[in-house]
């Protein structure tokens, strides 16, 4: 397949789903964990769980970069723009993550802050270029696939000797997080949710490549399917870990072959390698702690490290106390599981950071998935009938 239609061509994705139901065994259950956003995204979008057999369960993972993003490092960032007034640049979704005291960025922008929303790091470089007047700030976020650019700009700037730009850094790593989820006192505990089997990230892949991922099929037993994000990829991933399942298996599998490698992204894992090194403990929203699960900037960049020109220090602050985006990020919940989902919480008024970005499962779920739960909850099967016949 060459274009984007074929990747979401209807008789093919109920083909696959015909062999799934096919393959699958009446007395088993089979439940998968998406880890990263986009892949809920995309079930959630093209109703691909509606396809499944029901004891095929789709998890929610921890893989949404401003999901796992905490309210203290969001806090930081304000008090950055506030109190320093500094020329605060991040990502659009940033921006509308839930902070301390009803704040967020954009919040904080409407009293005042110069915060800015860039589509690149770059981006935040070019505007410290332009004032050099100003200290700015680029808040950087995200998995190792937005890792690189923040190590090139960091590496440009100190080849430019630019002393008015620094950047917080707040990347994190895909593999510890997969780690803790496995080893958690959840994941042992008697009725929590069971994993037989992870989809695992399609972009951060394209980096690290799919070596990482072997100690999880080693070590824990537990097949790993490296997946792209159009509806026949997804469809395909499941169908390839059902079978590892049936089959007592548990390897790394890359259906994702078109564009992941084992070995990944050698330049720029070697820039990332340059420019940060691994922190002791990391703070995830859901998570808690995390041992060497994110990044730092070397003592070599110290100048544009803003953790360090502006002395900040780090305090954790829990999440609302009725807001189930922790449970969510660690599978345990859904998002209808949640008090708040679709009525105090919504895209436009989010309470948590799993309902502001679009790789975000409440997001996800309440674009595309919200009515018709309801509607199979309120109404029976008689009306999931009706509803797949609308569609």
Same mark, same amino acid.
């Given at each position: 397949?060459?274009?984007?239609?074929?990747? %979401?061509?209807?008789?093919?994705? %109920?083909?696959?789903?015909?062999?799934?139901?096919?393959?699958?065994?009446?007395?088993?259950?089979?439940?998968?964990?998406?880890?990263?956003? &986009?892949?809920?995204?995309?079930?959630? %979008?093209?109703?691909?769980?509606?396809?499944?057999?029901?004891?095929?369960?789709?998890?929610?993972?921890?893989?949404?970069?401003?999901?796992?993003?905490?309210?203290?490092?969001?806090?930081?960032?304000?008090?950055?723009?506030?109190?320093?007034?500094?020329?605060?640049?991040?990502?659009?979704?940033?921006?509308?993550? @839930?902070?301390?005291?009803?704040?967020?960025?954009?919040? !904080?922008?409407?009293?005042?802050?110069?915060?800015?929303?860039?589509?690149?790091?770059?981006?935040?470089?070019?505007?410290?270029?332009?004032?050099?007047?100003?200290?700015?700030?680029?808040?950087?976020?995200?998995?190792?696939?937005?890792?690189?650019?923040?190590?090139?700009?960091?590496?440009?700037?100190?080849?430019? &000797?630019?002393?008015?730009?620094?950047?917080?850094?707040?990347?994190?790593?895909?593999?510890?997080?997969?780690?803790?989820?496995?080893?958690?006192?959840?994941? %042992? #505990?008697?009725?929590?949710?069971?994993?037989?089997?992870?989809? &695992? @990230?399609?972009?951060?892949?394209?980096?690290?490549?799919?070596?990482?991922?072997?100690?999880?099929?080693?070590?824990?037993?537990?097949?790993?399917?490296?997946?792209?994000? #159009?509806?026949?990829?997804?469809?395909?991933?499941?169908?390839?870990?059902?079978? +590892?399942?049936?089959?007592?298996?548990?390897?790394?599998?890359?259906?994702?072959?078109?564009?992941?490698?084992?070995?990944?992204?050698?330049? !720029?894992?070697?820039?990332?390698?340059?420019?940060?090194?691994?922190?002791?403990?990391?703070?995830?929203?859901?998570?808690?702690?995390?041992?060497?699960?994110?990044?730092?900037?070397?003592?070599?960049?110290?100048?544009?490290?803003?953790?360090?020109?502006?002395?900040?220090?780090?305090?954790?602050? @829990?999440?609302?106390? +009725?807001?189930?985006?922790?449970?969510?990020?660690?599978?345990?919940?859904? @998002? +209808?599981?949640?008090?708040?989902?679709?009525?105090?919480?919504?895209?436009?008024?989010?309470?948590?950071?799993?309902?502001?970005?679009? #790789?975000?499962?409440?997001?996800?779920?309440?674009?595309? &998935?919200?009515?018709?739960?309801?509607?199979?909850?309120?109404?029976?099967?008689? !009306?999931?009938?009706?509803?797949?016949?609308?569609?």
């Amino acid at each position: 397949m060459k274009y984007i239609d074929e990747f %979401r061509d209807g008789d093919s994705a %109920r083909h696959i789903a015909d062999k799934i139901a096919t393959e699958v065994k009446p007395d088993l259950a089979y439940n998968f964990m998406e880890f990263c956003g &986009g892949h809920t995204h995309a079930i959630s %979008r093209y109703g691909i769980a509606d396809m499944l057999p029901p004891n095929v369960r789709m998890i929610h993972g921890p893989g949404c970069p401003v999901c796992v993003l905490p309210i203290g490092r969001v806090d930081l960032a304000i008090r950055l723009a506030l109190d320093q007034g500094v020329m605060l640049c991040t990502y659009g979704d940033t921006m509308r993550v @839930p902070a301390s005291n009803g704040l967020s960025l954009i919040k !904080a922008k409407a009293r005042g802050a110069d915060i800015r929303m860039v589509y690149s790091a770059h981006d935040a470089l070019k505007l410290a270029e332009q004032h050099t007047e100003r200290e700015v700030v680029f808040f950087a976020i995200g998995f190792e696939t937005t890792t690189p650019p923040t190590a090139l700009v960091l590496r440009d700037a100190k080849a430019r &000797g630019l002393r008015n730009f620094s950047v917080l850094c707040c990347h994190v790593l895909t593999p510890a997080a997969i780690t803790h989820i496995l080893a958690s006192a959840e994941a %042992r #505990e008697i009725g929590s949710v069971p994993l037989d089997g992870f989809i &695992g @990230p399609a972009h951060v892949s394209i980096v690290i490549g799919s070596q990482p991922y072997v100690p999880f099929a080693q070590t824990y037993h537990k097949p790993v399917v490296i997946t792209g994000f #159009e509806p026949l990829d997804v469809m395909q991933g499941i169908l390839m870990l059902v079978r +590892q399942v049936n089959s007592g298996r548990a390897e790394v599998e890359n259906e994702f072959s078109r564009v992941v490698t084992p070995t990944g992204n050698v330049a !720029a894992q070697q820039i990332m390698a340059e420019v940060f090194e691994l922190r002791e403990s990391f703070e995830w929203r859901g998570l808690g702690e995390v041992a060497t699960s994110a990044l730092k900037i070397r003592p070599e960049f110290a100048p544009w490290d803003a953790e360090r020109k502006f002395e900040l220090v780090y305090a954790s602050v @829990p999440d609302h106390k +009725q807001c189930e985006c922790g449970a969510i990020l660690r599978g345990v919940k859904r @998002p +209808q599981d949640c008090k708040l989902f679709g009525t105090v919480c919504t895209p436009e008024s989010p309470m948590g950071s799993c309902m502001v970005s679009n #790789e975000g499962a409440c997001a996800a779920h309440y674009s595309y &998935g919200r009515f018709r739960d309801l509607a199979l909850v309120d109404k029976g099967p008689k !009306a999931f009938k009706s509803i797949a016949n609308q569609a």
